[in-house]
């Protein structure tokens, strides 16, 4: 059996392969059925699962920035642009929190970028998408792209993006009208998440998805919504990178509104320039009394808003932030200073109005004025006093004290406070700029709140001189002159005289508000008005050597305050006093007198009188305006060139 | 008399349309359908290498070598490659060796020697262990008695052990495989078979705690939940089903498969071509790529049971088979039916040493086609 077995068997032997090679085709062909129905499975019945997949895989829905809107001045002149340049971008996402450090160190012995640089980005990118990109650098400038182009390959999730940036070209002169812009930092987002979730709005937020950037004062602040536009999609396919390989569908964004504004920025320039010359701190409004729009809104010292939108810099941030000059303080709209004798008018006016005093009354000046059983003299500025008969008018030119001193303590704080009011004192000017302050316009709940003590009728006396408790913003200064050159009309002030609207050839201008005062009898105004007149002539004004010699009727009235409290028994020294103690210099006013196109308020620090040191520069730049926009009252143009025409006759 | 009817045969099959053909050796259906294959893997090539010519012209030249290496083993007559079994096949043993001991590594594995070239003998063990074992039963009564069964499977797993400590798990199975076909022609019953697979269930947990490595366990887990790892094991899985899946019945087009275009697809052009293939020519290209398997298949087996003696039908089914075993589990691990193994799609995808080796097993076969009328027996 075990032989038999044994021997080769060719027959059996063929019919064995021959059904085995049966079975194995059977198994292969079954085996190719699975393959094929896993397929069909894959294929036909997931099909739209792993199609859906696949579509995910490749598509990104990418917001896109719409384009900020410009701002012009008056004229036409641009004031804040967009500018491309190329920024040095990062995906958080694509390079991965574990790398993401190394990254950055690598990035910036690469491209010079400094530790706030460095700490600003990772600051921003901590609570926004990680699918997003944030500029770590802008403005790189063409070596550095070149740079970065060469050695992209070790640098996964970077990219260097052209993108439109904020450029204001003439940023020094405008920064405290217009504002500033830079990165949307932690509070900003949420801020914005906040307002969604009390409102259930939440497109806002998505409104902001591509946006790096928002206006962070002044105007750009103010006009945020308006200025941004509203952001567009983008289906892109993107490779496994997340590279953009195209662009399949698009939404457009909608650019921001342009702005103009009812600034003269020729005025702006000017104003800046005579403050720097003077060498003063200070600040100068102009407003346009027939609508209340500003003409110049200047705050020396300034600095360049350019600096902050691209992420500024260890070392000029702080250089800014510790220069004792504070060039970031917003003088014209946030600086409240003692309006010292410039209210004057405005007091002498409410006197009248009220009755407690009429164009007749006169007062004896010795030099001072002291209350009943009361030993303190409260002095005049002119030490031998301005004699025997000042009646209102004269009070205002020469600016006696001692007429005021009396003038308050008739009126008292209430009727005051009120009064006051009325020219805008102690509240916003309503002007489109956040951060304004409203100064302090005292009454005896104020002090009761604020100093937790009564009020008594000392305080009254230095109100009389626009000083005490009394503070005001070089705005309201200015806008209180208006009031005046208005014949009693008080407009909110306003910096943005119309918007474009998106189709660029419409626009919008936004409402102005104003508000009469309580005149009375008409005629006080106008004694108060011819006062601040004689104010800028002489004999007795103390702004005449400023207008001396001005082709122009202006109307207006200078001041002087006290930084430094002076004893009983000491007088200001002007050569020997620390600079920082040294009187505020003030001036409002108004030309031309007749038919008053601007009103102006300039306030400096420290820089001794009012008459001497404000008044010109208010002069100057009343000229300047006038001249510029062929304002110059046309009387005196005509007897100018008869007189020419009479001498050529001779 | 027996020459007269070998002409005719000769005459009848192929001498009317291929006499070119006959006289180098080569079979023309086969011919045909390793040519359509590897036109068919060009194509999917080209797109999956991001339309590079330059890798085009690179996998010409591989195919054009695996040709000539084809022609050249066709032109020996079985017999002749009977007679060498033995040879290469202890000369692959001693390769194997030598690779363990002083190996150049790659990836963690050791597969590699150099001589002169760099080569990996167990390619080479491929060829040697089918012909070897073939060689063994050719001239024992078959079925095989218990004792040669004995025999036979030793020869099988010497060098499969070996190949599995490189570690290559991929390449051991299959080189197994292709010694078990052989046992399997030669006709073990079935009652072995049966206890042999029942056997093996036993096996599989002691594999899993005692041979298989790590990464490997990993790659069984990841297959039987992708989920587990899906940026890192499982995104291969992901991926390439993703794109099979997407293609649908008619696929997104040559040259316009997002998955692979966009690069989310990983080894797109090497082990992962299949996923290319399904998503951009669907299900239809599946079919076709599948036919074309089957045609080569049935003809290999076809060939085989048209040889003339004991080893040539051996030997054909059983590199036939393996051919099959290759391209089921390239296909099964890409459509996610079997864990990732590494190994390529025969004669479609792109790459080198696998290729040169299944184009001389189909020199084999064209071998054991055109010599019949020179065998005697």
Redesign the interface.
């Known amino acids: 059996m075990y032989k038999k077995?044994?021997?080769?068997?060719y027959g059996?032997?063929?019919s064995?392969?021959?059904v085995?090679?049966v079975v194995?085709?059977v198994i292969?062909?079954a085996?190719?059925l699975?393959?094929?129905f896993?397929?069909?499975k894959?294929?036909?019945l997931?099909?739209e699962?792993?199609?859906t997949?696949?579509?995910n895989?490749?598509i990104r829905i990418r917001p896109v920035a719409p384009i900020r809107g410009l701002i012009f001045d008056r004229n036409g002149i641009l004031l804040a642009e967009n500018r491309s340049i190329f920024a040095l971008e990062i995906t958080p996402e694509i390079v991965g929190k574990k790398n993401m450090d190394e990254t950055l160190t690598r990035l910036s012995e690469l491209l010079d970028i400094d530790d706030k640089q460095l700490s600003d980005f990772k600051e921003q990118i901590k609570f926004r998408s990680k699918y997003k990109s944030y500029p770590i650098k802008s403005k790189l400038t063409e070596d550095q792209v070149a740079i970065f182009s060469v050695n992209r390959h070790l640098f996964r999730g970077v990219t260097v993006e052209a993108r439109l940036e904020r450029y204001y070209p003439h940023g020094e002169d405008v920064v405290h009208a217009i504002g500033r812009m830079s990165a949307i930092n932690k509070a900003d987002i949420e801020k914005m998440e906040q307002e969604a979730k009390v409102t259930q709005d939440f497109s806002k937020l998505k409104n902001y998805a591509a946006t790096n950037k928002m206006g962070k004062l002044g105007l750009e602040k103010y006009y945020e919504e308006i200025l941004h536009g509203f952001v567009g999609q983008e289906k892109v396919?993107?490779?496994?990178?997340g590279r953009v390989?195209k662009v399949l569908e698009r939404q457009d964004p909608v650019a921001g509104q342009n702005l103009y504004l009812h600034l003269d920025y020729a005025l702006q320039k000017r104003a800046n320039q005579l403050l720097k010359e003077a060498g003063a701190r200070g600040a100068v409004v102009a407003v346009n009394p027939v609508n209340g729009g500003v003409l110049a809104l200047v705050s020396q010292p300034s600095y360049d808003p350019n600096l902050f939108t691209g992420g500024i810099s260890q070392a000029n941030f702080s250089a800014l932030i510790n220069s004792e000059e504070r060039p970031l303080y917003n003088r014209a709209v946030q600086g409240t200073y003692p309006p010292a004798s410039t209210i004057k008018p405005h007091l002498a006016w409410l006197g009248l109005q009220q009755g407690v005093i009429d164009e007749r009354t006169r007062i004896a000046d010795p030099g001072w004025f002291s209350l009943p059983n009361n030993k303190h003299r409260y002095r005049d500025w002119k030490p031998w006093g301005h004699g025997a008969t000042m009646r209102v008018v004269d009070s205002i030119i020469e600016s006696c004290d001692t007429f005021f001193y009396d003038l308050s303590v008739r009126l008292g704080i209430n009727r005051i406070h009120e009064g006051m009011q009325q020219f805008g004192f102690g509240q916003k000017t309503g002007l489109d700029i956040v951060e304004e302050k409203q100064g302090i316009m005292p009454s005896r709940s104020w002090k009761k709140a604020n100093r937790n003590e009564p009020w008594y009728t000392g305080d009254t006396v230095n109100i009389g001189i626009g000083q005490g408790f009394w503070t005001a913003t070089p705005l309201q200064l200015a806008n209180s002159s208006a009031v005046f050159a208005n014949d009693g009309i008080r407009f909110d002030l306003q910096l943005v005289k119309e918007f474009q609207n998106e189709d660029r050839k419409t626009s919008n201008t936004p409402v102005m508000s104003a508000e009469q005062i309580v005149t009375g009898d008409g005629t006080w105004l106008d004694t108060i008005k011819e006062a601040m007149r004689l104010s800028t002539l002489p004999p007795l004004g103390t702004a005449k050597t400023a207008f001396d010699g001005a082709n122009f009727s202006a109307a207006g009235k200078t001041g002087t305050a006290q930084v430094k409290s002076i004893a009983q028994d000491e007088t200001y020294d002007e050569e020997n006093i620390e600079d920082k103690f040294k009187d505020n210099a003030l001036f409002i006013g108004y030309a031309p007198y007749e038919n008053p196109q601007i009103a102006i308020a300039v306030v400096m620090e420290n820089a001794g009188g009012g008459g001497g040191n404000a008044a010109p520069i208010a002069r100057q730049l009343m000229e300047f305006y006038l001249q510029n926009n062929d304002l110059l009252p046309k009387a005196i143009a005509i007897s100018e060139s008869s007189a020419k025409q009479q001498a050529s006759l001779d | 008399m027996l020459k007269s009817f070998n002409q005719n045969a000769v005459s009848n099959t192929h001498k009317a349309k291929s006499s070119i053909l006959w006289r180098l050796h080569l079979d023309a259906p086969l011919l045909l359908g390793l040519i359509l294959l590897m036109m068919f893997g060009l194509l999917v090539i080209y797109s999956a290498g991001g339309e590079s010519i330059d890798l085009i012209k690179r996998q010409v030249v591989r195919l054009g070598f695996g040709m000539a290496v084809m022609l050249v083993i066709a032109q020996i007559p079985p017999r002749i490659l009977k007679m060498w079994a033995p040879v290469l096949y202890v000369g692959a043993i001693g390769f194997l060796l030598a690779v363990l001991l002083f190996g150049e590594s790659s990836k963690g594995a050791q597969r590699w020697i150099n001589v002169g070239i760099r080569f990996q003998p167990s390619e080479m063990m491929k060829i040697a262990m089918p012909m070897m074992v073939a060689w063994y039963f050719a001239e024992k009564a078959l079925p095989p008695s218990f004792k040669h069964l004995i025999v036979g499977l030793t020869l099988v797993m010497v060098p499969t052990i070996m190949i599995m400590m490189q570690p290559d798990l991929g390449t051991s199975l299959l080189i197994a495989s292709s010694g078990f076909f052989i046992i399997f022609f030669a006709g073990i019953r079935w009652r072995y078979l049966l206890s042999a697979a029942f056997a093996g269930l036993v096996m599989v947990p002691i594999m899993w705690f005692f041979v298989m490595h790590e990464y490997q366990k990993g790659r069984v887990l990841t297959f039987l939940n992708p989920e587990r790892d899906p940026l890192g094991a499982g995104y291969h899985i992901i991926q390439s089903q993703i794109a099979i899946g997407s293609g649908g019945v008619s696929g997104k087009g040559w040259l316009k498969g997002t998955q692979s275009q966009l690069e989310f697809l990983p080894e797109r052009h090497t082990d992962f071509i299949f996923a290319v293939l399904g998503e951009e020519f669907g299900l239809i290209g599946v079919a076709v790529l599948l036919a074309l398997y089957l045609f080569i298949i049935v003809r290999g087996l076809q060939i085989s049971l048209q040889a003339q003696d004991t080893f040539s039908r051996l030997l054909g089914a059983a590199i036939t088979l393996t051919f099959f075993v290759y391209l089921f589990v390239n296909i099964g691990m890409v459509s996610g039916l079997l864990p990732v193994v590494g190994l390529p799609l025969p004669l479609v995808s792109y790459g080198g040493t696998s290729m040169v080796t299944l184009l001389a097993g189909f020199g084999i076969l064209m071998s054991i086609k055109t010599h019949r009328r020179l065998h005697s027996r």
């Open positions: 077995q044994a021997v080769k068997d059996r032997e063929i064995i392969f021959y085995r090679a194995a085709l292969v062909v085996l190719l699975v393959l094929l896993r397929q069909f894959l294929q036909i997931n099909y699962a792993y199609q997949q696949s579509e895989n490749r396919e993107t490779d496994v990178r390989v």
